[in-house]
């Protein structure tokens, strides 16, 4: 008996050591609370971790020393209003009917119908917050009390539509920003430089508020999309002008919001997420951000409007201090916190695919087997496949060439025309300067064959398709 029980024992032991990285959640009794910080418009190279050598980011830094770097992480879409949709929903925003950025007094928004992660939290039993930018519709049926956020401050949509954009009058006529708490309009305004702190506060009051039960906060911060704005706490610090003083305000937040929840205990089971919604917005000069070292920016499907920083943190569920090349999409995001937390998945078609094992270190492949780039109202520029980045015909903009914009007036784009398609190894081609179409028939092919399968499924309006599986947004009668 005595030999049974060592035996028995010794299978324990070995099954116990056989995986370093602790099981998610799901296996486990206490549901981690979930951070998840988004900011706008921010560029890849904006991190110290990243590259940036000229913006002190001591938080993030740290966070990323501490936890997982994704270098290969991809937005959903490199606009405001669709990459917060395939954030929060797990879906490729044109599946639920988002296009582009919207307005203000949109009559479309976010339909009723989609299961955001915040509701996929609150029928887990979580605390849900949202302190800072939504942009999923601004009438009060689309606003994120609606969508499963037991609170909301913020604003309804992007920081520069209002009275004092810069083409206002010629080009735009944007009534009084409004900042919300809930479903109530409690200001409007006129200078931003302390939205930033503001929103801070908020989340480290939420997270000392509930501390006691299990609570996801999300913190899509307006900055730094134009007009930048930064508190004199740190104006004039950063190497990188007014643009790198935000940055390093965004880069204090975050260590604002760590430190509340290493006081009130809740650091090890805490999983806190790092990224942005697209690239940087070129046109604006030296108020944008860095894509370096990739093509393009914000509103085009290159690797720089799409490619963006992640870090994630996890002390109980995560090994620190690794950086994983492997592509991930924003659209992974929820159906990876609902296997860490136990959480059940949207009871409908979801585009994202859980990336725990890639995260733990037991795999090194993506679930997904592509990820595809849609752009403008549902058009289909491009697809990752493994280390290949194939581009499709299409209209896009750049700067090259072109005089920037300047302390907060933007530069003319030009448009220009892909008439072939194109193929790049990013494996060794970061920066997409060499098209490899013609050397690799075999991989455009196979490109060709799973685009043609998503046109079925999602459409393609540049050949005038329509898909099968495309669900509306929501609209007002």
């Known amino acids: 008996m005595f030999r049974n029980s060592l035996t028995l024992l010794c299978i324990v032991c070995v099954l116990s050591c056989k995986n370093n990285n602790v099981e998610p959640t799901s296996k486990r009794a206490a549901p981690p609370n979930i951070v998840l910080i988004f900011t706008d418009d921010q560029g890849y190279q904006d991190v110290g971790a990243f590259g940036a050598d000229d913006i002190l980011t001591p938080n993030l830094d740290q966070m990323a020393s501490e936890g997982i770097m994704l270098s290969s992480f991809y937005a959903a879409q490199a606009v405001c209003s669709a990459s917060r949709a395939g954030l929060l929903t797990g879906c490729y925003p044109n599946r639920i009917g988002i296009h582009n950025a919207f307005m203000p007094d949109s009559k479309i928004g976010l339909n009723a119908s989609e299961i955001t992660i915040a509701e996929m939290f609150k029928a887990k039993g979580y605390s849900t917050g949202i302190f800072g930018k939504w942009h999923l519709g601004d009438h009060p049926d689309f606003l994120p009390t609606k969508h499963g956020f037991d609170e909301y401050f913020g604003i309804p949509y992007s920081n520069d539509m209002w009275p004092l954009h810069p083409q206002q009058g010629p080009v735009f006529n944007f009534g009084p920003l409004p900042l919300y708490e809930n479903e109530t309009i409690i200001d409007t305004l006129t200078n931003q430089s302390q939205l930033t702190t503001q929103i801070t506060e908020r989340s480290v009051n939420f997270i000392n508020r509930n501390k006691d039960h299990p609570f996801f906060l999300y913190v899509p911060h ?26 390093m305000e965004i880069d204090w937040s975050v260590g604002q919001i760590l430190n509340a929840l290493k006081a009130n205990d809740l650091d090890e089971n805490t999983v806190v997420i790092f990224t942005s919604d697209n690239g940087p917005w070129l046109s604006y000069g030296n108020h944008a951000g860095s894509a370096l070292p990739f093509r393009e920016g914000k509103g085009t499907a290159w690797e720089g ?28 995001i929820l159906p990876t916190l609902a296997e860490i937390t136990g959480s ?56 090259e060439g072109q005089q920037p914009g300047k302390d907060g007036l933007p530069g003319d784009y030009v448009y220009l025309d892909l008439k072939e398609i194109e193929l790049y190894d990013l494996s060794v081609d970061l920066s997409e300067t060499t098209n490899v179409a013609g050397n690799y028939p075999e991989v455009v092919k196979k490109i060709k064959q799973l685009a043609d399968t998503m046109r079925n499924k999602l459409g393609d309006s540049l050949r005038e398709m329509e ?7 929501g609209t007002l009668e």
Request: proline share 9%.
């Open 222 to 247: 307006p900055q730094p999309h134009v007009p930048l704005f930064v508190s004199e706490k740190f104006k004039g610090k950063s190497g990188r002008g007014l643009y790198g003083d935000v940055i």
């Open 467 to 473: 898909g099968t599986e495309i669900r509306p947004a």
């Open 344 to 399: 059940a998945l949207p009871d409908r078609i979801i585009d994202g695919k859980s990336v725990w094992k890639l995260l733990s270190g037991d795999s090194k492949e993506s679930p997904q087997e592509a990820y595809y780039f849609y752009y403008r109202v549902n058009e289909l520029h491009g697809v990752r496949y493994d280390k290949w980045k194939l581009y499709f015909p299409h209209n896009y903009r750049t700067m």
């Open 305 to 332: 409007g799409h490619r963006e920083p992640f870090i994630i943190r996890y002390p109980n569920g995560l090994k620190g201090g690794r950086n994983i090349d492997t592509p991930v999409m924003a659209i992974d």
